[in-house]
T-cell receptor, first 115, second 119 residues
């Protein structure tokens, strides 16, 4: 079974600064996918970024980038130039390859961006 | 096109009553998932549908919980004899295939959830 751990329950960052959210996971799989989802107060889950485990290159999406360390089973999210709209809960998630693409989530972290 | 929709948005019920939560997936998506988001517990997988079949029910917490899907589309999650610990946000997601391969994941699209409060 897979587990995903987000050990920081809350973080705060000043607008325009950079913040890093941590995530570790445990699996015996060699190929898998990792995701960061954002959940604003509207409850709508939004996919922020994904990483394929077989790719060494870290994924980037505009202001969002990841630091994927496969050997360490670490998958952190860096948000650059933080904006007020980034205020939300952020969830790290794991997906195995194969049939049944269910997601295993961490407990989430609440990020607050201060004006 | 329309995204995943869920109804009701909020539901308040009394302990011991039965509730039904509905999910309308994206048209054409064969896979459908239910998750539960409880305070302090993150998101937990409940059940996975492929078409109208549920090959993975491993996340259902007790036999008070059941779900069905009809016509390969709408799904209903039923909780019988609700308890206070059932209070949570219930999220539904759908995806095109339900299978992820080396070429890419089968991306899940989430609905806005139903907030269930059991008094």
């Amino acid at each position: 079974a897979q587990t995903v751990t987000q050990s920081q329950p809350e973080m705060s960052v000043q607008e325009a600064e950079t913040v890093t959210l941590s995530c570790t996971y445990d699996t015996s799989e060699n190929n898998y996918y990792l995701f960061w989802y954002k959940q604003p107060p509207s409850r709508q889950m939004i996919l922020v970024i994904r990483q394929e485990a077989y790719k060494q290159q870290n994924a980037t999406e505009n202001r969002f980038s990841v630091n994927f360390q496969k050997a360490a089973k670490s998958f952190s999210l860096k948000i650059s130039d933080s904006q007020l709209g980034d205020t939300a809960m952020y969830f790290c998630a794991f997906m195995k390859l194969g049939a049944n693409s269910k997601l295993t989530f961490g407990k989430g972290i609440t990020l607050s961006v201060r004006p | 096109g329309a995204g995943v929709s869920q109804s009701p948005s909020n539901k308040v019920t009394e302990k011991g009553k039965d509730v039904e939560l509905r999910c309308d997936p994206i048209s054409g998506h064969t896979a459908l998932y239910w998750y539960r988001q409880s305070l302090g517990q993150g998101l937990e997988f409940l059940i996975y549908f492929q078409g109208n079949s549920a090959p993975d029910k491993s996340g259902l917490p007790s036999d008070r919980f059941s779900a069905e899907r009809t016509g390969g589309s709408v799904s209903t999650l039923t909780i019988q004899r609700t308890q206070q610990e059932d209070s949570a946000v219930y999220l539904c997601a759908s995806s095109r295939l339900g299978t992820s391969g080396i070429l890419g994941p089968d991306t899940q699209y989430f609905g806005p959830g139903t907030r269930l409060t059991v008094l």
